[in-house]
């Protein structure tokens, strides 16, 4: 099966490294014109080469509605508008039991990791909308299928991903638009690797794989969910996980 994203305009959130980069690659190499769009992105980081096709990076923070609204507008005008946007921006470093966490650092990792994730589905919608043609993938985890230990921020704005996920696709079914989530096991990523290798080698045991996730494996998964061929996908969540979630006892 050959994938073709020619013609298509990609916008990934948290694109500047991890999952992020790689899905932004990997839609690039399938033919897409990818904007990655991170909070992190430097002045001097705006444009690479992928494999000839180019890779275009701005600066944009998720949590604010006026940022994304200014990148999508210049999407617009450059391309004629988003045609898959991947909500990836996510932060996963508020690790604390309940006396430790306060409502300020539950409420920026919602607002990040589940509003941020609104504020561009609805720049985006009404363009697609109109084209009646668009993907959105919202960038969950297999831990809204449980609980994240000691993150209830984390926990609650990855499984609040899924309920998101399955509301617009409801609306975007008329539409032309799927609207999916992507739930990754461990993926050997910055993030991930700040866990130390002792805490790491004891969770690997208990993935059937026997080993993390690569971030390239991920987005093998986006590419598919935005093609064409994925037309009558919608609503779903996909574990890419290396079975970490078939354990119970
Ligand atoms: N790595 C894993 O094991 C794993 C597992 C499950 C889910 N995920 C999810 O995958 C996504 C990517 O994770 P990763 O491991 O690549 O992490 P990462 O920290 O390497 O990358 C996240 C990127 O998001 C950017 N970002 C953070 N807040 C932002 C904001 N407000 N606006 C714009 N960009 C912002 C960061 O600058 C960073 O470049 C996250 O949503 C994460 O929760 C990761």
Known sequence: MI?????????VTGGARGIGRAVSQGLADAGA???????AV????????VDGRRLVFRKMDVARMDEVRRVVDEVARSSGGVDI??????????????NGQTPERFAEDISINLIGAFHCSKVVWSKMAE???GRIINMSSISARGGAFAAPGYGASKAGLLGLTRTLAIEGG??????NAVMPGLIDTEPVRKQGAELLDRVRQRIPAGRLGRPEEVAALV???VSEQAGYITGASVPVTGGIELFTI
Do not use: P, Q
């Open 3 to 11: 994938i073709d994203l020619s013609g298509k305009t990609a916008l």
């Open 33 to 39: 014109r990818v904007v990655a769009a991170d909070r």
């Open 42 to 49: 430097g002045e001097m980081e705006s444009e690479a080469e």
């Open 85 to 98: 946007l991947v909500n990836n921006a996510g932060v996963m470093g508020n690790f604390a039991l309940m």
């Open 131 to 133: 084209k009646g043609w």
């Open 174 to 179: 008329g539409l032309g638009i799927t609207v």
């Open 223 to 225: 590419t598919f969910l």
